[in-house]
């Protein structure tokens, strides 16, 4: 349902700047103040200009703002896979100490029961 949702919006994003850009073709110019560069483009190309470096911009801030979330994850991560290590390094210790008591006792049984 979510994802017939998202489809349905995209379709209608996608009329709504193909019939914006049908109708605004004239070319307007477009200069950057500080730089002598004087640039004529379509009024929907400064639109979808605008929206592409935008989008861009705001995927940057968001990749950049979650560095620290990624880092803290990326430890844990590190710390996670020490203990699991850990873990089996003692359990591997306590089925040795099993095995040797094991071994220890049939010993003593063997011993007492050969008299």
Known sequence: MLSFLRILLALVALVAIVAFAI???????????????LIELPVYGVF?????VGAL??????????????LRARRMRNKIWALEN???VLKKQERQARA?????ERGMVAAGSGG
């Open 86 to 88: 850990q873990i089996e």
């Open 48 to 52: 979808l200009l605008g929206l592409v």
């Open 23 to 37: 109708a605004n073709r004239t070319p307007v110019p477009v200069s950057f103040a500080p730089l002598p560069y």
């Open 100 to 104: 040797a008591e094991y071994s220890a």
């Open 57 to 70: 911009v705001g995927g940057i801030a968001l990749w950049l703002s979650g560095i620290p979330q990624r």
